[in-house]
């Protein structure tokens, strides 16, 4: 499952940083100017960074973080998380989103209707589809799924068109996480509605910002292309809105094919990288969950994390043969993307709060590393010192109490910093 997940937000980053580079440009211009784009270079209207996302994954982490702020009933928080990304001032808006922060004052659902009148009725944008997916991956019940992805449109889009391409999207995502076949689960889906059809021709319209034509466009690749690559590079090269096409299409196929299957040179280029991959386990340990009820629990699961990583201190100190290290470096892995749950731009501390469990969680990874490689007991013993003194700074965090290294501590820090890089580079 957590393959599965990775592949879906990656899946859709891809997509968006390839077809960034071609947004608004039409097919032959793209021919002209690139030839054809394989390969994420950045540029375009948005003079991108290679391998920077635009808003449809930006905007897609603010409901996966929304999601994790209060799982239950996620959707002011998804508008919370939409005001803190506006702050940020990125490159672009859609119009329609854009319209309804301008008309935000407190209800997200009136601000969408009359963002729908103000703009002669024109809602039916894509802009809702483009960031829909956390939903079908936090949850598993079919009424849930469709309940939020509904509400999660609805709160800029006001035209029906947009929350029905959101729920056929996620049905089909659905099918998916569950084993079916991408092209069965997609006629399944589509069956007797205005998305019906065999797609043996491309779609009679162009790839352009009205959902209804986005998504004829994303199942036209979907159901003719067999890699993931001939998807996203298909769309990428088609032009118009070619970033969202290509990043929704390619959060369905990523989502079929799995993180692991999904061609490194891409993930590797994502700005976002480091980033996807931490919401993607946090994502993997609260689906189904209350994240409210979890958050409750936060100082247990701090509690339960000292606990566990002085255990595998003392196996690992015996030389012991346990065959539970693994399993209690799991629980570990568990406890602190659970804590991440826990932090919350709301909080004044939030970038302090933030850059201790980054840290926490570094100290984790490098942890489980040089557990995996065999490395020196020596070394593990260190690396576990390392993570019992972000436990207690994260601990310190949560109880309002400054934490400080020493001079010789912040000086290993830069050297891990390397250590780190290293790591990201194998």
């Not at 928080?77 to 989103?97: M, R």
């Not at 002085?310 to 012991?320: F, G, T």
């Not at 990874?365 to 010192?385: C, K, N, Y």
Request: net charge negative; proline share 2%; charged share 30%.
């Amino acid at each position: 499952m957590l393959d599965k997940i990775k592949g879906g937000l990656f899946g859709v980053a891809i997509g968006d940083a390839l077809g960034g580079t071609t947004e608004f440009m039409t097919k032959e211009e793209i021919q002209e100017k690139y030839g054809r784009v394989t390969e994420i270079i950045g540029g375009g209207i948005w003079a991108l960074k290679p391998g920077e996302t635009t808003d449809d994954t930006a905007i897609m982490i603010a409901v996966l973080k929304g999601i994790m702020a209060n799982s239950n009933n996620p959707i002011e928080e998804i508008g919370k998380q939409f005001l803190y990304w506006e702050k940020t001032n990125p490159k672009d808006i859609g119009i329609t989103t854009r319209t309804v922060f301008e008309n935000y004052e407190g209800d997200w659902f009136k601000a969408a209707a009359e963002t729908h009148y103000k703009l002669d009725g024109r809602s039916a944008g894509n802009g809702s589809l483009m960031r829909c997916l956390p939903v079908v991956l936090a949850y598993s019940d079919k009424t849930k799924i469709d309940e939020i992805s509904v509400l999660q449109s609805k709160i800029t889009h006001y035209d029906d068109l947009a929350s029905e391409a959101c729920v056929i999207y996620n049905r089909i995502a659905r099918r998916l996480l569950e084993g079916e076949y991408l092209q069965s689960a997609i006629k399944a889906e589509i069956k007797d509605t205005r998305y019906d059809s065999n797609f043996d021709e491309e779609p009679d319209c162009a790839p352009d910002g009205y959902v209804v034509h986005t998504l004829k466009w994303v199942l036209f690749w979907l159901m003719n292309c067999e890699t993931f690559e001939e998807v996203v590079i298909g769309a990428t090269n088609m032009g118009h809105d070619s970033d969202t096409v290509a990043a929704i299409a390619g959060g369905l196929k990523g989502l079929e094919v799995g993180f692991s299957n999904l061609p490194e040179m891409y993930c590797e280029k994502l700005v976002e990288r480091h980033n996807l991959e931490v919401l993607a386990e946090v994502l993997f340990e609260i689906r189904d969950e209350n994240t409210e009820l979890l958050k409750e629990r936060s100082k247990t699961n701090l509690l339960e994390l000292e606990t566990q990583t002085n255990q595998l201190y003392k196996w690992i100190e015996q030389e012991s043969q346990s065959v539970e290290k693994a399993t209690i470096m799991d629980s570990i892995k568990k406890n602190i993307y659970l804590c991440r749950i826990t932090l919350h731009e709301e909080n004044p501390e939030y970038d302090k709060e933030l850059n201790t469990w980054c840290q926490l969680e570094q100290s984790y990874r490098r942890s489980r590393r040089l557990l995996d490689l065999g490395a020196p007991t020596l070394l593990i013993l260190h690396e576990l010192d390392w993570l019992l003194i972000m436990i207690d700074h994260m601990n310190k965090r949560f109880q309002g109490i400054e934490h400080y290294f020493t001079d010789e501590q912040l000086q290993e820090l830069e050297s891990l910093a390397l250590v780190d890089w290293i790591f990201e580079r194998e």
